[in-house]
């Protein structure tokens, strides 16, 4: 069996093509399978799940909207492998509530609240900024941002979502030999017409965030995954983030 999400027209092509060449059961989201969101909040999303199985108010240890539909895709998988794997069938709701997913919208820090993504290429900022965008004027007021790119990376695809959202920037290089220099930032920034601050290093720049900060602020750290693990040290976690690549 074939499970997918969404795809683009010609990769659907091929899949429904090879899915009818083998005999290989085709189920697709939003055909045979979907899920819409029923609540969203800074710390998780829950969704109403339609398949072979009805699942309501399924809530998932991720935030972000954009997790309904991976959800949506792992919980059909489950369903598909257990007619043959009955066992496998367990506790979907309970297992999608544990799952967790370190540098993607999570939360470091509560008093001020330090946010960290490792948005490092254009769908992910964009991803990043959606939500942010529903948090901006209700939960929080004001967003601090501090940023750190790869100089490999589509730098200006990055900032466009982000920027318009921060009341506040703040360039930083992570210490990695790939970093773009904080005043490449600065001018991408510029050219696009914002204005920013900079700091020789991320904790020193997470340093001045806090201090800008006032109540009813967000904080939050993007554009590498390295940037985001120097963040979680500077506030004094440790762990998988430095292993990441990107």
Avoid at 6 to 27: D, W
Avoid at 95 to 108: A, D, N, Y
Avoid at 187 to 207: F, N, Q
């Amino acid at each position: 069996p074939v499970v997918t999400t969404r795809q683009y027209p010609e990769v659907m092509e091929v899949i429904e093509r090879r899915c009818k060449e083998s005999g290989a059961p085709l189920f697709r989201y939003n055909a045979e399978f979907s899920a819409e969101t029923a609540s969203s909040d800074p710390e998780a999303v829950s969704l109403h799940y339609q398949g072979s199985n009805t699942h309501r108010d399924v809530r998932l240890g991720l935030a972000g909207e954009y997790q309904v539909m991976n959800a949506a895709l792992a919980i059909k998988a489950v369903e598909t492998l257990s007619e043959k794997y009955p066992e496998m069938a367990g506790d979907v709701r309970k297992g999608l509530g544990e799952v967790r997913w370190p540098g993607r919208l999570e939360m470091i820090k509560e008093s001020p609240p330090i946010l960290i993504d490792g948005a490092h290429n254009p769908p992910a900022a964009t991803a990043l900024s959606a939500f942010l965008r529903r948090l901006s004027g209700t939960k929080y007021k004001r967003i601090i941002m501090l940023v750190g790119v790869m100089g490999d990376k589509d730098i200006e695809g990055i900032l466009k979502p982000l920027l318009p959202l921060a009341s506040e920037i703040i360039f930083a290089a992570p210490a990695y030999g790939r970093a773009a220099s904080v005043k490449k930032l600065e001018d991408v920034a510029g050219a696009m017409g914002y204005k920013s601050r900079k700091a020789a290093t991320v904790p020193e720049a997470l340093h001045m965030a806090e201090g800008l900060y006032e109540s009813g602020d967000l904080i939050v750290v993007t554009g590498s995954f390295y940037t985001i693990g120097e963040a979680k040290e500077a506030v004094g976690q440790k762990g998988v983030l430095a292993r990441l690549r990107e």
